[in-house]
């Protein structure tokens, strides 16, 4: 219940903001081209991969099986 509904709120603040800040970035980019937007997005599904390992490590150390 609580845990599932947090986690809505993040991503749906994440869902609200993110059309303009793509937006802005194709419109700041040379000839509206779509390369900075690819290199944002790539950027932050690094920076989420590094988080969610991290706090497998913290929580569960490496544990390949364990559930957390």
Do not use: D, H, Q
């Not at 986690?7 to 419109?27: D, Q, T």
Request: with cysteine.
């Amino acid at each position: 219940g609580k845990y599932y509904t947090a986690g809505m709120a993040v991503c749906s603040f994440g869902a609200l903001i993110s059309n303009p800040i793509c937006g802005k970035i194709v419109e700041s980019s040379p000839k509206n081209t779509y390369k900075y937007l690819i290199i944002f997005t790539g950027c932050l599904y690094t920076i989420s991969s590094i988080s969610l390992l991290i706090t497998r490590v913290v929580k569960v150390w490496y544990k390949i099986n364990a559930k957390f």
